[in-house]
Nanobody, 125 residues
Framework: QVQLVESGGGLVQAGGSLRLSCAAS?????????MGWFRQAPGKEREFVAA????????HYTDSVRGRFTISRDNARNTVFLQMNSLKPEDTAVYYC?????????????????WGQGTQVTVSS
């Protein structure tokens, strides 16, 4: 089992930045090939945001955040990060950390085995 705990959410004005963290514990962190971030806005389905390979050298982003968000991971600290810059009101959602996918290009929720509890990000206009 892998336990994931997100932190770093909050309220920010449009154009601002936030950095989300996801601390993992349980089974060997590095054995989870891809770590990802998803988000879910009110009344919408959970959607893929970004993923990183075990080394962190390979990353994948959904089009709406590419160039604004950066995913990174520190396996020594069992942590994955999501740096979010130039935030927009449409980025408002609960952000979830996920683990257990075999590919950074897997964008469906069923591709991931483990999930955190989520952290709220609210961007005001």
């Amino acid at each position: 089992q892998v336990q994931l705990v997100e932190s770093g959410g909050g309220l920010v004005q449009a154009g601002g930045s936030l950095r989300l963290s996801c601390a993992a514990s349980g089974r060997t962190f590095s054995s989870s090939y891809a770590m990802g971030w998803f988000r879910q806005a009110p009344g919408k389905e959970r959607e893929f945001v970004a993923a990183a390979s075990w080394s962190g050298r390979s990353t994948h982003y959904t089009d709406s955040v590419r160039g604004r968000f950066t995913i990174s991971r520190d396996n020594a600290r069992n942590t994955v990060f999501l740096q979010m810059n130039s935030l927009k009101p449409e980025d408002t959602a609960v952000y979830y950390c996920a683990a257990g996918s075999s590919s950074i290009y897997a964008i469906n929720t069923h591709d991931y085995s483990y999930w955190g509890q989520g952290t709220q990000v609210t961007v005001s206009s």
